[in-house]
C-alpha cells in the first residue's frame, strides 16, 4: 500500500507500470524467457495495488490499462479476483470498465463470478440504463446451467424496461441461455414475441437475431410485426439491417406469389387503396387474372431500397441478395450500381461482391453490361479477384462485345501472373465455345499462343484447343498437324499428353502424321513424365487398331517399355492394353470389342462458369461464398403456388390504430380541457360557456368510459357523468340550431377541430389572457375525438360546436356558418410565452383521474403558441403551363389523421385561360399516406385557392413526392419537411420537464456547445428564434440564462425536449432528449443555425 500512496492521481499508475516494464532482467541466469514472464508477473502485482488501493483515479487507471491488454489479445485472467472486488464501486467509469473485464472472463473463471451473483442482480435495478445492461451481460456470460432460473427472470426483467438499450441487451442475451439451456426455448420465444412488438429501432436488429438464432421456424411471430420491421428499417443500426433483411427474404418467399409469372403486372393503386383504407377488404387477383403484387410484397422493396446507399457494404449486399430473390425481373437492375460501387472497398469486400455478381450475371447479363469496364482487371488486383473479373467478363460476352473482351484478354495473356494468364486463356475457350462467330477466331489466336516463350501459356492453350477441336473435329484437321509440328518444341507434360491424345483420338484424319509422333515417342519413352508414357500407349494400342501395318512392331516395342516401367501405373495399363488389343490364347472375349473399348466416340467437354450452379444457395451467404452447405444455413423455400391470408398480417396492424390513435388524441386534450373550467369561470356569458363548459365534461367522460383506462375512480365517474347529463340538457335549451344543421356538421365531423381555432384567437384579444384562452379553444379536440367513437357524443356536441365553429366575434354564440376554405385564411394569433394558469383547489380535486391512457399526464399536447408563416414554391407558373402552387405548414393539428402533418396548399391560375379538375395524381412512395384535397372543379385566370392537406411523413424528412394533374397536364411536385415541422408543442411544467429528461440520457441526448449572436441573447428573442424553427411548447422557468421548450412528434408521439444554457461570453450549450436520435442531430443543427445568425 504504501508503494501506491506515492503515486499522484494522473501519473503515478503509469509510471509503476512502465518501471515494472522497465525492470525486465533479461541478463539473469535463468534465461530470456523466465525473464520474460518475470516481467509480466510484476506488471500484473503492480495493477493489483492500484486495483486494492483507495484512490478512485489508481483504480480507473489500472482498469484502463487492463482492458488495453485485453484488447492487444494478452491474458489477465489472474486478476479476476482483484477485478471483481470492485464490481460494487460507486464510480459509473470504474463500474463499467469492470463489467468489459468481467464479460470476457466470466466463463472462465464461473466460480468467482458466481460469488457476485447477488451483486450483478442489484445493478439490474440501477437507475444508470448502461450499469443495467452490463450487469445482464455479465449474468448472461456467466455459463452454468445453476444460475438458468436467475437468467431467464433477469432477461424478462429487461425486456420490459423503460431504456431501449437494456431491452436491446436482453434481445442480446436471449441466444447466449439458448446455447446454454435448450430448454428454455418456450420461455424465451415469449420474451422474444414481446420484444417485437418494441418500437424502438435501437432493438428490433438484436430481436431479430434473437428470433433468427431461437425460433427461426416461428413466422406466425413475423405476421403481426411484418410492416413495422418494413418501416424502422431505415433506421435500425447497420448490422441490425443486415439481420432483419435476410429474416424478411426468407418470410417473403413463403408469403407472397412468385413475380417472376409471365404476364405479371404491378398495380400501385392497389397499394394506396390497401394503406388507405381501414377497411379489411383487399383486391385479390382471380385465378384467370394476371398477377397483382401483394402490397405488403412491395413495401418491403419499396423500404430496403433507399438502402442501396447504405455507407456498409453488408448492407448493400443483403439487399442486393433481397432484390435478386425477390423482386421482379424488370426491378433487379435498380441494385446494380450499388453493387459496381462497392467494387472500389477493399479486396476482402471485392472477393465477395464479385463471386455474387458472377452469379447474377449467368442469369441476366444486361443488368451488368453497361459496366462492363468496371471489371476490366487492374495491375494491382490480387490474382483470386482478376479470376472472379475474368468470370463475369467471360459471362458478360455477346456478339456486340466480344472484340472488345478479345482485345483486352490479348493484354491479360502477357501478364507475369502465370495463374491468371492460364485462367485468361481458359476464358478465351469459353467465348469460343459460347459464341460461334468468334470460334475460329479464338482458335487461331490460340494456334498463335503455342510458339509463346512461356510454358504455361503455352501448355494451357494446347489443352483449350484440345477441348475446341472436340466440337468441330472434322473441321480442324489443319490445326492438329499445326500442333504435330511444335511438338517437339513443347515439354510442359500436360500440353505434350494433350497433342498426344489428339493424335490417338483423330489418327484416322491425319495417317501420316500419327505414325511418325509415336516414332519419337518411342526415342524418349523412358524419359518422359508418367502423364505423357500413359497417353503414348494410348496412342500406340489406337494406332495398332488402325494401321497395323505400319506400327505393329512400334507398338510392341513401346508396351515392352511400358512393361518394365519403374511405375506401377504405367505397368499396370501396359499389361491391360496388352491383352485387349493383342490377340493370343490368353485372350479374353474383350479382344473382339477393342476398337469399340478405344475409338468410342467422346462427348466434347462443356465449358462451363464454375458458378452455373451457384443460385441454389442464397446470395451473400456464406454457402454461396464456399459453393457447399454450412452449418446453419436455411434454404430459401420455393414460391408458394397460393399465397397465404393476409389477414395474418392485417388484423394486428388495424385494431392497434382504431384504438391508439383517439386515445392520444384525448390525452392531447385532457390538459386543455382542465383549462376550458378555468376559462369558463372568467367568462361573462354564463349560458354558453356552461353549456360548452359541461358539454366537454360529458365528452370527456364518455371517452374516458370507453377507454381501457384505471386511473379514474368510481366515484368521480358517476359524478361526472351525472353533471354531464345536466348540463348537456341544458346545452340543448339554450341552443338554437336545428336538426337538419346538427345532421350537416355530424356529416362533417372533421370540420369542429379546424374551427375551434377561430374563436381562440378573438378570445385572446378580448381577454388579454393569452394562455388560457388558447388552451379552452383546444378543449373541443376531446369532444370531436369522442365523436368519433360514439355516435352520442355527437348529437351532445352539436350545439357547442356551433358556438365554437362561429367566425370570431364578440359574441361566442354566432351560430354562423364558415367553410373550411374559408378558416385556411385564419392563421393562429402569436402569442406570448405560455405560463401555467392558477387553477382553484376544487377544480384541481374534481380533475384527478382524467388521465385517458397510460402516457404521462404531466406532458399533454397543446396548440401552437408561434405561427410562423413560412412559404415554400411547389410548382413554378413557367413548369406548371400558368399554374403555379405554394405551400406551408400551419401548424394545427391535422383534421383527418393526428398522425398527419397538416399543409397548406395556394393554388394559384397564372394563365390567360381557365384550369379545371386540379387534383392530386400518383404519389411516391406508393405506400405514402397522404389525405389529397378534394379537386379544384374550375380556376379562373388570375385567380387563387387554397386547399389543406395532410401528410404522414412517419417522423421523416423524407419528401413526399406526388403528381399534381389538371385536365389536360401532370406536373411532379415535391414536399419537403423540415424537421421542425413535424413536431406538435407539448403542455408541461419545469419539474416535468426534468424528470422526462433524466429519462432521456445516454444515446437519447445530443448536445452541442454553440455561439449565440448577441441580438439573440434576450428570452424573448430566444423563444422566438426557437420557436420559427420547431413547432414546441414554451415550458415555463424561472431562471433567466435556462430556455426550455417540449414538443411531441406528429406520427409516433415520441417526446422531444429541448433545452438551452445560456453561458458567458454570449456561448451557450443547446441539449435534445429524444429517442428519435436522427430527428436530434438534425433539429440541433437548424437550431443552432438558427440562434447563430443576427
Given at each position: 500500500m504504501s508503494t501506491a500512496v506515492s503515486y499522484n492521481d494522473q501519473g503515478g499508475a503509469e509510471a509503476a507500470v512502465e518501471a515494472a516494464l522497465e525492470s525486465t532482467p533479461t541478463s539473469s541466469g535463468t534465461g530470456a524467457a523466465f525473464g520474460l514472464f518475470r516481467t509480466d508477473f510484476k506488471k500484473n502485482e503492480d495493477l493489483k495495488e492500484m486495483l486494492e488501493s483507495n484512490k478512485e483515479s489508481l483504480k480507473l487507471e489500472a482498469m484502463k490499462r487492463i482492458v488495453g491488454l485485453i484488447a492487444k489479445g494478452k491474458n489477465s485472467s489472474e486478476l479476476f479476483p482483484a477485478v471483481v472486488k470492485n464490481v460494487a464501486n460507486k464510480n459509473i467509469e470504474l463500474k463499467k470498465l469492470v463489467y468489459v473485464y468481467l464479460v470476457r472472463y466470466a466463463e472462465e473463471q464461473q466460480d468467482l463470478a458466481l460469488l457476485s451473483i447477488?451483486?450483478?442482480?442489484?445493478?439490474?435495478?440501477?437507475?444508470?440504463?448502461?450499469?443495467?445492461?452490463?450487469?445482464?451481460?455479465?449474468?448472461?456470460?456467466?455459463?452454468?446451467?445453476?444460475?438458468?432460473?436467475?437468467?431467464?427472470?433477469?432477461?424478462?426483467?429487461?425486456?420490459?424496461?423503460?431504456?431501449?438499450?437494456?431491452?436491446?441487451?436482453?434481445?442480446?442475451?436471449?441466444?447466449?441461455?439458448?446455447?446454454?439451456?435448450?430448454?428454455?426455448?418456450?420461455?424465451?420465444?415469449?420474451?422474444?414475441?414481446?420484444?417485437?412488438?418494441?418500437?424502438?429501432?435501437?432493438?428490433?436488429?438484436?430481436?431479430?437475431?434473437?428470433?433468427?438464432?431461437?425460433?427461426?421456424?416461428?413466422i406466425d411471430l413475423i405476421h403481426k410485426n411484418y410492416r413495422k420491421l418494413c418501416n424502422l428499417l431505415v433506421d435500425v443500426e447497420e448490422w441490425g439491417q443486415v439481420v432483419i433483411i435476410s429474416m424478411l427474404t426468407r418470410y417473403a418467399r413463403t408469403q407472397f406469389l412468385s413475380p417472376w409469372k409471365e404476364g405479371a403486372t404491378f398495380d400501385e393503386n392497389d397499394d394506396k387503396s390497401f394503406y388507405d383504407s381501414d377497411s379489411e377488404e383487399k383486391k385479390v387477383p382471380t385465378e384467370a387474372g394476371p398477377y397483382v403484387m401483394d402490397p405488403d410484397h412491395r413495401l418491403l422493396l419499396r423500404n430496403t431500397k433507399p438502402l442501396l446507399q447504405s455507407r456498409n457494404t453488408a448492407v448493400v449486399m443483403a439487399v442486393a441478395q433481397l432484390y435478386w430473390h425477390l423482386a421482379p425481373k424488370h426491378e433487379v437492375g435498380v441494385v446494380t450500381k450499388s453493387l459496381v460501387r462497392l467494387l472500389r472497398s477493399h479486396r476482402e469486400v471485392q472477393y465477395v461482391v464479385l463471386q455474387n455478381i458472377a452469379t447474377m450475371s449467368i442469369r441476366r447479363k444486361g443488368m451488368f453490361e453497361p459496366f462492363m469496364k468496371s471489371f476490366y482487371v487492374r495491375s494491382t488486383d490480387a490474382t483470386h479477384?482478376?479470376?472472379?473479373?475474368?468470370?463475369?467478363?467471360?459471362?458478360?460476352?455477346?456478339?456486340?462485345?466480344?472484340?472488345?473482351?478479345?482485345?483486352?484478354?490479348?493484354?491479360?495473356?502477357?501478364?507475369?501472373?502465370?495463374?491468371?494468364?492460364?485462367?485468361?486463356?481458359?476464358?478465351?475457350?469459353?467465348?469460343?465455345?459460347?459464341?460461334?462467330?468468334?470460334?475460329?477466331?479464338?482458335?487461331?489466336?490460340?494456334?498463335?499462343?503455342?510458339?509463346?516463350?512461356?510454358?504455361?501459356?503455352?501448355?494451357?492453350?494446347?489443352?483449350?484447343?484440345?477441348?475446341?477441336l472436340q466440337t468441330q473435329p472434322t473441321q480442324h484437321s489443319e490445326i492438329i498437324k499445326h500442333m504435330a509440328k511444335l511438338f517437339d518444341?513443347?515439354?510442359?507434360?500436360?500440353?505434350?499428353?494433350?497433342?498426344?491424345?489428339?493424335?490417338?483420338?483423330?489418327?484416322e484424319r491425319v495417317p501420316k502424321i500419327a505414325p511418325d509422333i509415336l516414332r519419337k515417342m518411342a526415342k524418349t519413352f523412358t524419359t518422359e513424365d508418367d502423364i505423357v508414357k500413359l497417353q503414348t500407349v494410348n496412342l500406340a494400342a489406337k494406332l495398332y487398331l488402325t494401321n497395323s501395318k505400319q506400327t505393329k512392331l512400334l507398338t510392341q516395342y513401346i508396351l515392352n517399355l511400358g512393361k518394365y516401367d519403374q511405375s506401377y501405373d504405367i505397368r499396370d495399363r501396359t499389361r491391360f492394353i496388352r491383352q485387349l488389343i493383342v490377340p493370343g490364347e490368353k485372350s479374353g472375349a474383350l479382344y473382339k470389342y477393342a476398337r469399340r473399348?478405344?475409338?468410342?466416340?467422346?462427348?466434347?467437354?462443356?465449358?462451363?462458369?464454375?458458378?452455373?450452379?451457384?443460385?441454389?444457395?442464397?446470395?451473400?451467404?456464406?454457402?454461396?461464398?464456399?459453393?457447399?452447405?454450412?452449418?446453419?444455413?436455411?434454404?430459401?423455400?420455393?414460391?408458394?403456388?397460393?399465397?397465404?391470408?393476409?389477414?395474418?398480417?392485417?388484423?394486428?396492424?388495424?385494431?392497434?390504430?382504431?384504438?391508439?390513435?383517439?386515445?392520444?388524441g384525448k390525452v392531447k386534450k385532457s390538459k386543455p380541457d382542465d383549462k376550458f373550467y378555468s376559462d369558463d369561470e372568467e367568462e361573462k356569458e354564463e349560458e354558453g360557456s356552461e353549456s360548452s363548459g359541461s358539454e366537454d365534461s360529458s365528452s370527456s367522460s364518455?371517452?374516458?368510459?370507453?377507454?381501457?383506462?384505471?386511473?379514474?375512480?368510481?366515484?368521480e365517474s358517476e359524478k361526472t357523468s351525472s353533471e354531464s347529463e345536466k348540463s348537456s340538457s341544458e346545452s340543448e335549451k339554450s341552443s338554437s340550431e336545428s336538426e337538419s344543421e346538427r345532421k350537416t356538421k355530424k356529416r362533417a365531423k372533421k370540420a369542429p377541430q379546424k374551427k375551434r381555432e377561430t374563436p381562440a384567437a378573438d378570445r385572446d384579444s378580448e381577454n388579454g389572457n393569452g394562455p388560457v384562452s388558447q388552451e379552452s379553444s383546444s378543449s373541443p379536440d376531446v369532444s370531436s375525438s369522442s365523436e368519433t367513437d360514439s355516435g352520442d357524443s355527437d348529437s351532445d356536441a352539436a350545439p357547442k360546436k356551433s358556438a365554437v365553429g362561429s367566425k370570431p366575434k364578440v359574441e361566442v354564440k354566432s351560430k354562423q356558418e364558415v367553410s373550411l376554405l374559408d378558416l385556411d385564411d385564419f392563421s393562429p394569433a402569436p402569442a406570448n410565452i405560455p405560463t401555467s394558469p392558477a387553477f382553484p383547489s376544487s377544480l384541481l380535486s374534481d380533475l384527478e383521474g382524467l388521465s385517458l391512457s397510460n402516457v404521462s399526464s404531466t406532458v399533454q399536447v397543446?396548440?401552437?403558441?408561434?405561427?410562423?408563416?413560412?412559404?415554400?414554391?411547389?410548382?413554378?407558373?413557367?413548369?406548371?403551363?400558368?399554374?403555379?402552387?405554394?405551400?406551408?405548414?400551419?401548424?394545427?393539428?391535422?383534421?383527418?389523421?393526428?398522425?398527419?402533418?397538416?399543409?397548406?396548399?395556394?393554388?394559384?391560375?397564372?394563365?390567360?385561360?381557365?384550369?379545371?379538375?386540379?387534383?392530386?395524381?400518383?404519389?411516391?412512395p406508393a405506400g405514402l399516406n397522404v389525405h389529397c384535397f378534394n379537386a379544384v372543379e374550375r380556376l379562373e385566370p388570375e385567380a387563387s385557392v387554397t386547399v389543406s392537406m395532410g401528410i404522414d411523413f412517419s417522423d421523416s424528412t423524407q419528401a413526399a413526392n406526388f403528381q399534381l394533374c389538371t385536365k389536360e397536364d401532370r406536373f411532379a411536385v415535391s414536399i419537403q419537411p423540415a424537421v421542425g415541422e413535424l413536431l406538435m408543442p407539448a403542455s408541461v411544467t419545469q419539474q416535468d420537464f426534468s424528470k422526462e429528461q433524466g429519462k432521456l440520457l445516454g444515446m437519447n441526448e445530443t448536445s452541442a456547445t454553440i455561439a449565440m449572436a448577441t441580438?439573440?441573447?434576450?428570452?424573448?428573442?430566444?423563444?422566438?428564434?426557437?420557436?420559427?424553427?420547431?413547432?414546441?411548447?414554451?415550458?415555463?422557468?424561472?431562471?433567466?440564462?435556462?430556455?426550455?421548450?417540449a414538443g411531441r412528434t406528429v406520427s409516433s408521439g415520441a417526446l422531444v425536449l429541448v433545452s438551452l444554457e445560456l453561458k458567458e461570453a454570449a456561448a451557450a450549450l443547446l441539449t435534445i432528449n429524444t429517442e428519435k436520435s436522427v430527428m436530434a442531430s438534425m433539429l440541433l443543427r437548424d437550431l443552432k443555425q438558427a440562434l447563430a445568425q443576427v
Open positions: 447477488s451483486t450483478f442482480q442489484r445493478a439490474l435495478k440501477d437507475p444508470n440504463q448502461f450499469i443495467r445492461a452490463s450487469a445482464l451481460r455479465v449474468l448472461s456470460s456467466i455459463r452454468v446451467p445453476i444460475i438458468v432460473p436467475i437468467m431467464m427472470l433477469a432477461i424478462k426483467e429487461a425486456a420490459s424496461d423503460l431504456s431501449p438499450y437494456v431491452r436491446k441487451t436482453s434481445a442480446h442475451a436471449i441466444q447466449k441461455l439458448h446455447s446454454l439451456d435448450p430448454d428454455q426455448k418456450e420461455h424465451l420465444i415469449e420474451v422474444i414475441e414481446k420484444l417485437l412488438k418494441d418500437k424502438s429501432t435501437l432493438v428490433a436488429g438484436s430481436v431479430v437475431m434473437a428470433f433468427e438464432e431461437v425460433c427461426p421456424d416461428r479477384i482478376k479470376t472472379l473479373k475474368l468470370e463475369i467478363l467471360t459471362n458478360l460476352a455477346n456478339e456486340a462485345s466480344i472484340s472488345t473482351i478479345l482485345r483486352e484478354f490479348q493484354t491479360y495473356v502477357k501478364s507475369q501472373d502465370k495463374a491468371f494468364a492460364a485462367a485468361t486463356i481458359q476464358a478465351i475457350g469459353r467465348c469460343a465455345t459460347n459464341i460461334s462467330e468468334v470460334t475460329d477466331t479464338c482458335l487461331n489466336g490460340l494456334v498463335l499462343l503455342l510458339s509463346n516463350r512461356d510454358e504455361t501459356v503455352v501448355a494451357e492453350s494446347v489443352v483449350v484447343i484440345k477441348k475446341l518444341n513443347i515439354t510442359v507434360p500436360m500440353a505434350r499428353a494433350s497433342i498426344l491424345w489428339l493424335m490417338g483420338e483423330y489418327c473399348i478405344l475409338l468410342a466416340p467422346k462427348p466434347a467437354p462443356l465449358l462451363e462458369s464454375a458458378f452455373k450452379d451457384r443460385d441454389r444457395f442464397q446470395l451473400g451467404s456464406l454457402s454461396h461464398s464456399l459453393n457447399i452447405k454450412a452449418a446453419g444455413y436455411q434454404e430459401l423455400s420455393d414460391w408458394p403456388a397460393v399465397a397465404p391470408d393476409q389477414s395474418a398480417r392485417n388484423v394486428e396492424i388495424v385494431e392497434p390504430v382504431k384504438e391508439w390513435t383517439p386515445m392520444l364518455d371517452s374516458t368510459e370507453g377507454s381501457d383506462t384505471e386511473d379514474e375512480s368510481s366515484e397543446t396548440i401552437p403558441s408561434f405561427g410562423p408563416v413560412k412559404t415554400y414554391e411547389l410548382l413554378h407558373h413557367m413548369t406548371g403551363k400558368g399554374l403555379s402552387a405554394k405551400y406551408h405548414f400551419p401548424r394545427q393539428p391535422c383534421l383527418y389523421q393526428p398522425s398527419m402533418v397538416a399543409v397548406q396548399v395556394i393554388l394559384t391560375n397564372n394563365s390567360d385561360h381557365v384550369l379545371e379538375e386540379i387534383h392530386v395524381g400518383d404519389r411516391s441580438a439573440n441573447i434576450s428570452s424573448h428573442t430566444v423563444s422566438k428564434q426557437v420557436l420559427s424553427v420547431a413547432n414546441v411548447g414554451v415550458v415555463s422557468s424561472n431562471q433567466n440564462n435556462s430556455h426550455r421548450f
